[in-house]
Every structure is written in structure tokens, then in C-alpha cells.
């Protein structure tokens, strides 16, 4: 299993749709995630940390599966500004513990109207 | 604002030239980052830096070169330039520990 794994897509939705995205992960040490959006040819911005426990802002809900090691990420009442492209990024770790983070290719969305 | 700023934005350069790109960054982060992006491969890591001094090689480090003169500064030198280096650039930083890391807009880097 690659390190982070996730459906390129697109995923095309009309307005006001659900859409889920799963993320799976190879690293079991990995204890907490997040997923990023990206705006075309913009800079990656946090837009959820995702815990044990999930975790719910708003629209957005991620959640944790550790024994199947994938991460979700879903999205009620799509907006045309929830377009862009969804980045699941897991810790990376050495023998010497924790280095950094490792990003997924991403998956893309389209809201239309 | 507390940021992470790089210039330049745009670059267009020719095979074998010396490209420097900076980043700088007013959070007081410890953890600066260099990836690139390229079409269908995301977000690939080539260096990244814990503290001043201290430089460690990412994925992709072959072709580049690495500066932590300052906490604030972190460069990214590509001391002969060619064309598969053509890319988004994107430098990052963080505080200690799993936690998230913040991006600067991105360095367009075309090399001929």
C-alpha cells in the first residue's frame, strides 16, 4: 500500500449535494491527519484536522477509521466555492520518530450549478 | 498578518542557469519546508529544516540545494537548472511536533 493513497477523481456534484472522499494511509504509527484544499494553482490551506475521535466544522465532517487506516472526509450542501482540490495528508516517520508530512495527490471536486 | 512570503512569483530561466528561490516567513516558526507540485504527482518534499543550521533531504533532493541562514529564511538553490525541473514551488513552515504547516503562495518556475 502506498503511503497515502486517494481517487484522483473528479468528483462532479451538483449544488447542494453530499459528497464523501476517502483517504488510506500505510503507516499505522500515524495517530493524527488532515486534510488540506487547494485552489488552482493556490497554495495548500488547512481545512480540517482529523483525531481519533473525528471531527465535525460546519458542512465538513472527517472522520477516522485506524483499523482499516482510511480517513474520510464529507461535505453536506455543496456550495460552487467548495470546488477545489482535496489533499489527505498523513505524518511521516523515521526511526528516530516523527519528520514530517506526507501529502496525497489529492482529489479534485466540481460543484455545479 | 503573520506570513510565509516567496519571490519571486514567477520565473522563467534557461538550462544550466542558477536559480535561487526565497522564503520568508514572520510566524517565529521553527520547521521550514521546500516541496514542488507537478501535474498527477502532488506535492513532493525536497528539503526541510528543524532549526538554523540544521538541513535534512527530502524525497526529491537531487538538483537542489539548501540555505537556513536565519529562523525567518529558508532558500532553495538549483545550482544547474533544467527543464524537468520545471514546476509550482512551494515553501512551508510549522511549530514542533504533528501539527499542520502553512504555505506561501508558490514560486512558478519554468526553465527552457
Known amino acids: 500500500r502506498k503511503e497515502v493513497e486517494q481517487d484522483p477523481g473528479p468528483f462532479n456534484v451538483p449544488e447542494g449535494a453530499t459528497v464523501a472522499f476517502n483517504c488510506t494511509y500505510s503507516?499505522?504509527?500515524?495517530?493524527?491527519f488532515f486534510w488540506y484544499r487547494q485552489d488552482c494553482r493556490k497554495e495548500p490551506k488547512l481545512l480540517m484536522s482529523v483525531y481519533s475521535s473525528g471531527n465535525e466544522d460546519g458542512r465538513f465532517t472527517a472522520q477516522l477509521n485506524r483499523a482499516s487506516q482510511y480517513i474520510s472526509l464529507l461535505i453536506r450542501d455543496s456550495k460552487l466555492s467548495d470546488s477545489a482540490t482535496y489533499l489527505c495528508?498523513?505524518?511521516?516517520?523515521?526511526?528516530?520518530?516523527?519528520?514530517?508530512?506526507?501529502f496525497g495527490k489529492g482529489t479534485m471536486l466540481l460543484v455545479s450549478p | 498578518d503573520a506570513d510565509v512570503t516567496q519571490t519571486p512569483r514567477n520565473r522563467i530561466t534557461k538550462t544550466g542557469k542558477r536559480i535561487m528561490l526565497e522564503c520568508s516567513q514572520t510566524?517565529?516558526?521553527?520547521?521550514m519546508y521546500w516541496y514542488r507540485q507537478d501535474p498527477g504527482l502532488g506535492l513532493r518534499l525536497i528539503y526541510y529544516s528543524f532549526d538554523v543550521k540544521d538541513i535534512n533531504k527530502g524525497e526529491i533532493s537531487d538538483g537542489y540545494s539548501v540555505s537556513r541562514q536565519a529562523q525567518a529564511k529558508f532558500s532553495l538553490s538549483l545550482e544547474s537548472a533544467i527543464p524537468n525541473q520545471t514546476a509550482l514551488y512551494f515553501c512551508?513552515?510549522?511549530?514542533?511536533?504533528?501539527?499542520?504547516?502553512?504555505f506561501g503562495p508558490g514560486t512558478r518556475l519554468t526553465v527552457l
Open positions: 512551508a513552515t510549522s511549530v514542533q511536533g504533528v501539527t499542520e504547516q502553512f
Open positions: 495528508v498523513v505524518p511521516s516517520w523515521s526511526n528516530s520518530g516523527y519528520s514530517t508530512l506526507t
Open positions: 503507516n499505522s504509527a500515524s495517530q493524527s
Open positions: 510566524k517565529g516558526h521553527d520547521r
